[in-house]
């Protein structure tokens, strides 16, 4: 309601975006959640989620984030999300700020560490790449950085470096800077994971599961 949206604080705000697949009478679903922030605080006031027929595409976002009022969306300065889906090109159209989730990033590559498998091949090797990626994320620029990303290189390039771990290395590589948005914008607070709305998926994923998903295409457009 407009009474809702008054409450948001003034000024420059944080959309918080995350993706959550249902299905429902055999057909599959994406709830488009969003929320949006203000730099000066840390309460998060949701918009009302659009939930959209088939994969979680970038098209989609893009109905999704069309749908946040004007007098809100021009305030948007930074898009915090997982990455995918064509996120950070509609943060590049709309000349936003990306901050890509760490949590998200590091929990994917946990499943290339082997930490539980004592048999997986080079081990150490994955452990390293690992770690070097958590200690980018975090350290501030500088030397020590630099040598952080020297080595994080030098491990991917190595022959014996997992092909699917060579690929999300060579993502974070490319993308790093997109991980970091929090440290070369202190002044606007931002998230550095999206963990806020992975909380709210669950409670949806609760509910859907709950209400046995959409009674009817009507209610889906309404719950």
Known sequence: SKEY??????????????GLWTMSNKKRYVVYLMAVRSIN???????????????????KW??????????????????????????????KDNEWIIQ?????????????RGK?????????????????IR????????KRYNKILHHLKKLIDDNNCPKWVKTHGNEFMKHREAFRSYLRYPELNLPFTTSSMENLCGSVRDLLRRS?????????SEE
């Open 5 to 18: 949206f008054l409450k948001i604080p003034e000024g420059k705000l944080i959309l918080i975006v995350d």
């Open 135 to 142: 200690k980018a994320m975090i350290t501030l620029y500088g």
């Open 62 to 91: 893009e109905v999704a984030i069309e749908s946040i009022p004007p007098e809100i969306k021009k305030r948007i300065v930074a898009l915090a999300c997982d990455g995918i889906s064509g996120l950070p090109n509609i943060a």
């Open 41 to 59: 605080q840390s309460v998060a006031w949701l918009i009302s989620p659009i939930i959209l027929p088939g994969s979680e595409i970038r098209r």
């Open 116 to 132: 539980k498998n004592s048999h997986i091949q080079n081990k150490e090797l994955r452990e390293d790449i690992y770690q070097t």
């Open 100 to 112: 890509r989730c760490n949590f998200h990033f590091i929990k994917v590559m946990e499943r290339f």
């Open 212 to 220: 046995r998903g959409f009674r009817t295409e009507k209610s889906r």
